[in-house]
C-alpha cells in the first residue's frame, strides 16, 4: 500500500469509504473488508455521522460510526479516523420526500459542532478523531463560528486535523486565510469528487482544473477523491454520473483506460485508481466497497504500477 504525508504523519494513499457500514454492509461483511484493508497495510477510514439515514424507513444516520466503533475495539491507534459534521438530517420524513435533502441539513454552527463530534465519539468508541470534516460547505453560518469551534475542539484534544467537503475552492482559500489570521486550525484536507476523467465544469462537490490547480501550489493540503470510479463508469455502468464528464475528450480518455487495461490485464477501474495515487501524492482515492465482492475488485489496483508509456498514453 502507498503511503502519502497527511499533516505529520503518513497514511496509506487509498482511504476505505465506511459508509454502507451497518446499512448495506452487514457487520460480518464489514468486518471482513476492514481487517482486509488493515492486513493490506491501509489505515485511513472514512465515515460522516449521517450515514447512512437513507438505505431504509428505519435508518437516521450515525450506523457507520457505530458499526466501526465495534470493529475497532482493540485497535483504535492502528488507523487514521475520520468522520464529518454539517450534513446530518433535521427531519428526516421530509428529506425522504423531497428532491433534494440538502435543505434538511444541519449546517455547521457551534451548537452543531460541539454536539456532533460528542456524538460521533460516542457511537466511535474513542476519545478523539484524526480527521474531522465539515461534510457540505455551509454557507449561512458565519465561518468565524464555524472556523473559531473547530479550533475549540481540537485544542480539547477531540479532533487532531480538520478537512472540508463539498466546497468551491475560493471559498476553501479564504476559510484557510481566515484560520491564518485568526490563529485557529488551518484545514489540510479538502474532499471532492474526483476521477480521471475531466469534468465539463468544475463545482461545489467536484474538483475541478481550479482545484487541481490550487492543490499544486499548496503542497501541505491533501485531496480525498471520493467516486473516484464514477459508480462504474470506465466498465460501463451508471450514465448519470457520466453526463457530468461527457465532453469532448471524454471518449479519448476512455480509449486509453481500455488500452492500458487490456496490455496490463486488469480491469478499466484499477487503472483508473492506479492514475489516481500516481498522478499526485496529494491525491488519496476513497474507496467504498459494499460487498466482500467488490472490495477483491479494488484491491489490485492498491499497488498497481503503471509504466511510463501507460502514464504518457493517459496523461495525452
Not at 53 to 75: D, F, M
Not at 210 to 234: E, F, T
Not at 248 to 269: D, H, I, N
Not at 282 to 291: F, M
Request: aromatic fraction near 8%; charge should be negative.
Amino acid at each position: 500500500m502507498k503511503r502519502v504525508q497527511l499533516g505529520d504523519q503518513t497514511v496509506s494513499q487509498i482511504s476505505l469509504g465506511c459508509m454502507l457500514m451497518g446499512t448495506r454492509t452487514d457487520l460480518v461483511s464489514s468486518a471482513r473488508i476492514l481487517d482486509a484493508f488493515l492486513d493490506t497495510g491501509g489505515d485511513f477510514l472514512d465515515t460522516a455521522d449521517c450515514y447512512a439515514w437513507w438505505t431504509s424507513p428505519q435508518t437516521t444516520g450515525g450506523e457507520s460510526e457505530t458499526a466501526l466503533g465495534t470493529l475497532l475495539k482493540g485497535r483504535r491507534d492502528k488507523v487514521f479516523l475520520a468522520t464529518k459534521v454539517s450534513a446530518a438530517i433535521t427531519d428526516l420524513d421530509a428529506a425522504r420526500k423531497a428532491p433534494s435533502a440538502e435543505p434538511y441539513y444541519e449546517g455547521a454552527s457551534a451548537e452543531v459542532i460541539r454536539r456532533g463530534i460528542d456524538g460521533s465519539l460516542n457511537r466511535l468508541q474513542t476519545d478523539y478523531v484524526d480527521l474531522y470534516y465539515i461534510h457540505v460547505d455551509d454557507m449561512v453560518t458565519p465561518l468565524e463560528e464555524t472556523l473559531e469551534t473547530l479550533d475549540e475542539i481540537v485544542r480539547a484534544g477531540k479532533v487532531r486535523y480538520i478537512g472540508w467537503s463539498n466546497v468551491w475552492t475560493w471559498r476553501l482559500e479564504r476559510i484557510r486565510a481566515l484560520c491564518r489570521e485568526n490563529g485557529w486550525t488551518v484545514p489540510i484536507v479538502v474532499q471532492q469528487q474526483h476521477s480521471y476523467l475531466k469534468p465539463r465544469t468544475g463545482g461545489r462537490n467536484v474538483a475541478g482544473p481550479d482545484m487541481l490547480d490550487w492543490l499544486q501550489h499548496n503542497p501541505d493540503a491533501v485531496l480525498a477523491a471520493y467516486s473516484p470510479i464514477l459508480s462504474g463508469v470506465y466498465e460501463g455502468r451508471d450514465k448519470s454520473i457520466y453526463k457530468q464528464y461527457d465532453g469532448p475528450e471524454t471518449e479519448t480518455q476512455l480509449a486509453a483506460v481500455a488500452k492500458v487495461a487490456q496490455e496490463l490485464g486488469v480491469t478499466r477501474s484499477q487503472v483508473v485508481l492506479a492514475w489516481l495515487q500516481q498522478s499526485s501524492k496529494q491525491v488519496v482515492p476513497i474507496i467504498g466497497p459494499r460487498t466482500w465482492e467488490h472490495y477483491e475488485a479494488y484491491a489490485p489496483a492498491f499497488d498497481l504500477e503503471l509504466a511510463p508509456e501507460h502514464l504518457a498514453l493517459l496523461n495525452q
